[in-house]
């Protein structure tokens, strides 16, 4: 009765030509290593962060450096996005086989593949690096002077009288699992996806926006192999001692949100604030929720999803919040499509097969199972949160291919490996033009409507 809907105007604009855009774009390899000055496109870099507030923009977007040279088949782009989700979700998994209950940090295995990007500002006088953001992820790492297999645009430490590095006895080494001590002081190994990085552990002030962090700490890549790394390093968001929000606590109280822009939004329209700010009137909050065996995480309370009008029938436990064995449902800005536990997406797919009507389905197109060659009636996806009802526009619930023919329920289901560590993804996609609202301290996230595309 609260739902919360993008008005059909808001969400009819979006979405339809940014897939459409981004089904064309997307490149074998997403973050591979360029010869090109690696900065914004020109015509983009409007430099409009201000105050605790930083643009945000897509991978794939006309702005990034990162965008690829030669475009694939709208089926293979999205078997390839699959695929890097598959990646990340083992990542996401797997956290929880770690013996020892700690945060992720640099050291363990950690996330693939995150898609949108910042402005970061590096050192004194400022570096300036396009860094991915990742609300799973603790620690930021960014590639160093002298880094074997980084991507050409580097930081250089000597440039920046403020930078120290950080000894091997400091307390901020003990943070990181394994760390051994380098010709620099405090090193380790971390993986990501299928990137090893080997990093010391530094500091030096970080500027986001208007705000200068002093002695802030983040790993300096000094190796990598693989395609997994974010040519110009990563922000991490995540729930750890490392990451941003803890060590900003002062200043940011643990609270940011964002708007995921849509891959066309040239003009950065798409948002990261850091720390309070007002509250858009329509916001709904559901609670946060913290899972001990996958402590980096955002988990809420997840119990439903209505199709339409039909609340559809899922077995509990596969939507369950259970401490034990870390199952539960996550926001996450990096996964692309939602993935939800087998027996949820059969359930809600089998009832928005029933009410669109079983004819001229396409099993399986790009990797999805749910797809039609005519133009079809679709009934709403509504997620039921403890305390907040959020239904999908269309935009964020179905993609087309390029010429439109085709239309794709645009969530999949996914087995980890580890079959007691279900784990329900809110994806990227999923929360386009949605203000996502990370608030700690209260314990609970709030969604509302904002067309930033
Ligand atoms: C969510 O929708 C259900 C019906 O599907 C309704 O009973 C419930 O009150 C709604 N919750 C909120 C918070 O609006
Ligand atoms: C790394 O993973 C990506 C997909 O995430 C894949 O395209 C690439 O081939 C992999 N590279 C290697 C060297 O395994
Ligand atoms: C950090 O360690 C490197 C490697 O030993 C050294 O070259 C550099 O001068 C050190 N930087 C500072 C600021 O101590
Ligand atoms: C990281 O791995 C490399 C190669 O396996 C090894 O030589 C190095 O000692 C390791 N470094 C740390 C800090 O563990
Ligand atoms: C990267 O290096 C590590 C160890 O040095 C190796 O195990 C891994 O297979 C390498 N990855 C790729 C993609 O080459
Ligand atoms: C960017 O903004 C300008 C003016 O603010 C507008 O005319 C233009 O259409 C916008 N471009 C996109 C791609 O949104
Ligand atoms: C559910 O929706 C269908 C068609 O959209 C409608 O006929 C039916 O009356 C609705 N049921 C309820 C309980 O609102
Ligand atoms: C959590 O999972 C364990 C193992 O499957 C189960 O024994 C326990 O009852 C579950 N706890 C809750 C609260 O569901």
Same mark, same amino acid.
């Given at each position: 009765?609260?739902?919360?809907?993008?008005?059909?105007?808001?969400?009819?604009?979006?979405?339809?030509?940014?897939?459409?855009?981004?089904?064309?774009?997307?490149?074998?390899?997403?973050?591979?290593?360029?010869?090109?000055?690696?900065?914004?496109?020109?015509?983009?870099?409007?430099?409009?962060?201000?105050?605790?507030?930083?643009?945000?923009?897509?991978?794939?977007?006309?702005?990034?450096?990162?965008?690829?040279?030669?475009?694939?088949?709208?089926?293979?782009?999205?078997?390839?996005?699959?695929?890097?989700?598959?990646?990340?979700?083992?990542?996401?998994?797997?956290?929880?086989?770690?013996?020892?209950?700690?945060?992720?940090?640099?050291?363990?295995?950690?996330?693939?593949?995150?898609?949108?990007?910042?402005?970061?500002?590096?050192?004194?006088?400022?570096?300036?690096?396009?860094?991915?953001?990742?609300?799973?992820?603790?620690?930021?790492?960014?590639?160093?002077?002298?880094?074997?297999?980084?991507?050409?645009?580097?930081?250089?430490?000597?440039?920046?009288?403020?930078?120290?590095?950080?000894?091997?006895?400091?307390?901020?080494?003990?943070?990181?699992?394994?760390?051994?001590?380098?010709?620099?002081?405090?090193?380790?190994?971390?993986?990501?996806?299928?990137?090893?990085?080997?990093?010391?552990?530094?500091?030096?002030?970080?500027?986001?926006?208007?705000?200068?962090?002093?002695?802030?700490?983040?790993?300096?890549?000094?190796?990598?192999?693989?395609?997994?790394?974010?040519?110009?390093?990563?922000?991490?968001?995540?729930?750890?001692?490392?990451?941003?929000?803890?060590?900003?606590?002062?200043?940011?109280?643990?609270?940011?949100?964002?708007?995921?822009?849509?891959?066309?939004?040239?003009?950065?329209?798409?948002?990261?604030?850091?720390?309070?700010?007002?509250?858009?009137?329509?916001?709904?909050?559901?609670?946060?929720?913290?899972?001990?065996?996958?402590?980096?995480?955002?988990?809420?309370?997840?119990?439903?999803?209505?199709?339409?009008?039909?609340?559809?029938?899922?077995?509990?436990?596969?939507? $369950?919040?259970?401490?034990?064995?870390?199952?539960?449902?996550?926001?996450?800005?990096?996964?692309?499509?939602?993935?939800?536990?087998?027996?949820?997406?059969?359930?809600?797919?089998?009832?928005?097969?029933?009410?669109?009507?079983?004819?001229?389905?396409?099993?399986?197109?790009?990797?999805?199972?749910?797809?039609?060659?005519?133009?079809?009636?679709?009934?709403?996806?509504?997620?039921?949160?403890?305390?907040?009802?959020?239904?999908?526009?269309?935009?964020?619930?179905?993609?087309?291919?390029?010429?439109?023919?085709?239309?794709?329920?645009?969530? $999949?289901?996914? $087995?980890?490996?580890?079959?007691?560590?279900?784990?329900?993804?809110?994806?990227?996609?999923?929360?386009?033009?949605?203000?996502?609202?990370?608030?700690?301290?209260?314990?609970?996230?709030?969604?509302?409507?904002?067309?930033?595309?």
């Amino acid at each position: 009765m609260c739902d919360i809907v993008l008005t059909p105007m808001q969400a009819s604009k979006s979405l339809f030509i940014a897939m459409k855009i981004l089904l064309s774009l997307t490149p074998l390899i997403l973050f591979q290593f360029f010869s090109l000055v690696q900065g914004l496109n020109p015509k983009c870099d409007v430099q409009d962060d201000h105050g605790s507030s930083l643009q945000v923009f897509h991978v794939l977007s006309p702005c990034s450096p990162f965008k690829p040279s030669n475009p694939l088949s709208w089926e293979d782009s999205v078997l390839h996005l699959q695929a890097k989700d598959q990646v990340r979700l083992q990542s996401l998994a797997s956290l929880v086989d770690d013996r020892s209950i700690v945060p992720t940090a640099p050291g363990r295995k950690i996330i693939h593949s995150p898609t949108y990007m910042v402005r970061a500002k590096i050192g004194n006088p400022a570096q300036t690096l396009l860094m991915a953001i990742d609300n799973s992820n603790d620690a930021s790492w960014i590639p160093c002077t002298g880094c074997e297999g980084c991507s050409s645009t580097l930081f250089v430490p000597h440039k920046s009288p403020t930078f120290k590095n950080i000894s091997c006895y400091a307390a901020e080494c003990k943070q990181i699992p394994n760390p051994t001590c380098g010709d620099s002081g405090c090193a380790f190994n971390l993986t990501y996806g299928n990137s090893s990085i080997e990093a010391d552990l530094v500091q030096d002030t970080i500027t986001l926006a208007s705000d200068p962090l002093p002695d802030y700490t983040f790993a300096c890549i000094t190796k990598t192999n693989g395609t997994s790394t974010p040519p110009q390093g990563l922000l991490g968001l995540g729930r750890g001692p490392l990451s941003l929000l803890s060590q900003t606590q002062n200043l940011y109280k643990f609270t940011f949100s964002y708007c995921l822009p849509n891959i066309k939004s040239l003009n950065f329209s798409g948002s990261l604030t850091l720390g309070p700010s007002a509250l858009p009137k329509d916001i709904k909050f559901t609670p946060l929720l913290k899972n001990p065996r996958r402590s980096s995480l955002y988990y809420v309370n997840l119990f439903a999803i209505r199709v339409g009008n039909i609340t559809v029938d899922i077995p509990p436990p596969a939507l $369950a919040f259970n401490r034990t064995t870390g199952a539960g449902t996550i926001f996450d800005s990096g996964t692309v499509y939602t993935r939800l536990a087998e027996p949820v997406y059969d359930a809600v797919r089998d009832e928005f097969r029933r009410q669109v009507g079983a004819k001229d389905i396409v099993t399986s197109r790009g990797g999805f199972d749910t797809c039609y060659t005519v133009p079809i009636v679709a009934p709403t996806i509504t997620f039921l949160f403890e305390g907040m009802n959020v239904t999908l526009p269309h935009d964020n619930a179905l993609i087309h291919n390029d010429d439109g023919s085709i239309t794709c329920l645009a969530m $999949a289901s996914w $087995a980890p490996d580890n079959v007691n560590s279900v784990l329900n993804v809110i994806a990227n996609l999923q929360q386009q033009n949605y203000r996502v609202l990370y608030d700690v301290p209260n314990s609970r996230i709030g969604i509302s409507p904002e067309l930033c595309s």
